[in-house]
């Protein structure tokens, strides 16, 4: 394999999204490339089990649809500023 | 009792008592190193820790687990006898708890500054992260200190804090951060964000054992954990001053600099959490890194996290009892050991005197007031003096033929509990349970509690003799 910067096709395993982002690539040259999701920050890499980069075969608990990522709670409360 | 300067320090030890496996085949990032580091576990309570130094990707990089993963590493890290008995690891810890606050020692200089990098940081180029459960929505550093300070009281060194906290990284310098309201770091972030600034923070990873230890323990805010490193290990404790005025451990491997963003919250996890279960998603702060410092040809040290028990059940199960032990000690002395080394205490096991009838559940009810108790002790578990709580054996006698749930087994519904506990309903909220495993004692004259068996005479000199035989064969 060699270095990868190319994301044409991809699809994000979690929640399907085309905005895939080549991440990085192995210090050692082509031997793997991570790639991320833009919409829910998903993060792989080219090397790992199938259940991790492969959209068909994500397992379905963990799989999410971009609406979802509104409705995770936001911790800690963002305080009001103070007035100076 | 010993200090070491830093993790070569103590991998040197372990590796002297063959408590350390080398690695030497090539590894897999993924799914060999969190593979190994599970089953390492699952083999014993006296399992090594494991360095692996050909991963696949990298020309340099070198990856040790489970430092904490056994009671006999957790000996050698009090300077113990290697089969200390985790009864005496207890007392022990307690010991030098309560000798609080030792020393923090200023230097100058450390190895972790001799590579710099203050451009175009690359975590993935610097450190072999990888993927530990197979739902995690990343890549995460796990097992890193991280150091804050109050932005109001910048100059006061007992509030600066120092907490294991999980961090996604999410891009070459970016990283999420699991930060709830209980971490001391949200009363940092909180008082930053009111003035709309970034708080500046410094993340030591790869570090001598016992600073770990102490970051994860709860501690009372404005109690140091520096100084409380420096009595566990009996040696003031030595610091570095890091280029954005944060104090962190002169032995770390890595130290990186940078900044939760001011009022910002980003899609974090999931991440395989300390209960066994995925935590789910949040919107976390978010961290940005400026600079990377770190030893010659570092070593990166992480935890498997997984279903109990895993390395992270060792290394935070002593510091999780002593403070809540020394606590009810101070108000109960009638108490005699306390054991909360299960999923962080969630059941608390408390051996205790009695006064008189009732006292073994007001005992109970008060492990539930303490301030870690607050958060866990969902099921407390009251026995005898005689019993020794962290001898499950024992403990489950009390149990099977001390209680009667008729009287034995009180719930109190509703209480405050840890989010993560998954059977909360809602998330935070649960029932709580204190089974009095207790012998009944005027005026409470339920059952019919004969006297118990005792040993027979010269039992423990003859314990002694066979154990120094069995250790001669066994050489």
Redesign the interface.
């Known amino acids: 394999m060699s270095r990868s910067e190319d994301t044409k096709g991809l699809v994000c395993p ?1 929640c399907r999204s085309e905005a895939i982002e080549v ?2 690539n ?3 040259k082509g ?2 490339t ?1 790639y ?1 999701c833009k919409t ?4 792989w ?1 080219s ?3 199938e ?2 980069t492969n959209p068909d075969k994500y ?1 379905e ?2 799989q ?1 649809k971009a609406e ?2 509104a409705k ?11 007035r100076s | 009792m010993r200090a070491f300067k830093n993790l070569r320090e103590f991998l040197q030890l372990l590796d002297a008592e063959k408590q350390l496996l080398r690695i030497s085949e090539e590894v ?4 060999d190193l969190a593979a190994a580091g599970r089953a390492i576990t699952q083999l014993s309570e006296t399992s090594p820790a494991i360095h692996f130094n050909r991963i ?4 340099n990089a070198q990856v040790v687990l489970n430092v904490h993963g056994s009671w006999t590493n957790q000996a050698f890290m009090l300077g113990m006898e290697k089969d200390a008995p985790l009864r005496e690891q207890f007392f022990e810890f307690v010991r030098r708890y309560e000798q609080f606050p030792g020393e923090m020692e200023r230097q100058n200089s450390a190895p972790w500054q001799e590579v710099v990098v203050d451009k175009n940081v ?1 975590l ?2 610097l450190m072999p992260l990888f ?1 530990f459960n ?2 995690d ?3 995460y550093i796990d097992k890193a200190c991280i150091v804050s300070c109050d932005p109001d009281d910048w100059n006061n060194e007992d509030v600066e804090t120092v907490g294991i906290y999980r961090l ?5 310098n970016r990283l ?1 951060i699991q ?3 209980v971490h001391d770091i ?1 009363i940092h ?2 008082h930053a ?4 600034k970034d708080l500046p923070i410094a993340i030591a990873v790869s570090n001598e054992p016992i600073i770990s230890v102490a970051a994860s323990m709860s501690v009372l805010y404005g109690q140091s954990k520096y100084k409380m490193a420096a009595v566990l290990q009996g040696k003031p404790y030595p610091v570095v001053r890091t280029g954005n005025g944060l104090d962190v451990p002169w032995g770390s491997e890595y130290v990186l600099e940078g900044r939760i963003l001011a ?1 910002q ?4 996890g ?1 991440f395989g959490e300390f209960p066994g279960q ?1 935590s789910g ?5 978010v961290v940005e890194i400026d600079r990377v410092s770190h030893c010659k040809d570092p070593i990166y040290e992480a935890l498997y996290l997984g279903v109990p028990w895993t390395e992270m059940d060792y290394m935070c199960a002593v510091n999780t009892c002593a403070p809540m032990y020394v606590q009810l000690k101070k108000d109960i002395p009638e108490i005699v050991a306390v054991s909360a080394i299960f999923t962080l205490g969630f059941i608390v096991i408390v051996s205790t005197k009695r006064r008189y009838g009732g006292f073994a559940k007001a005992v109970g009810l008060r492990v539930m007031t303490t301030p870690h108790g607050l958060g866990y002790a969902k099921i407390v578990i009251v026995v005898d003096e005689t019993i020794d709580p962290f001898d499950m054996k024992q403990v489950m006698w009390a149990v099977s033929t001390k209680v009667n749930p008729a009287g034995d087994v009180t719930i109190l519904p509703n209480l405050c509990i840890d989010l993560l506990d998954p059977a909360s309903e809602p998330p935070g909220i649960t029932h709580r349970m204190i089974i009095d495993a207790t012998t009944p004692v005027w005026p409470d004259r339920r059952g019919s509690f004969g006297p118990e068996l005792d040993s027979p005479q010269q039992t423990d000199e003859w314990r002694k003799k066979l154990s120094a035989m069995l250790k001669e064969l066994q050489k």
Do not use: M
């Open positions: 979690r991440l990085t192995s210090p050692v031997v793997w991570i991320s829910c920050i998903y993060a890499r090397t790992e089990p259940e991790n397992p608990s963990f999410l979802d990522l995770f709670p936001r911790i800690p409360t963002i305080p009001a500023l103070r | 897999s990032l993924e799914p696949k990707g990298y020309n690359n993935f180029d993927r197979r739902g929505g990343g890549f996604q990284v999410k891009g070459k999420g930060l709830v309201p949200a972030l909180d964000e009111q003035q709309g009022r919250r980003e899609p974090e999931p995925y998603g949040h919107s976390y702060p």
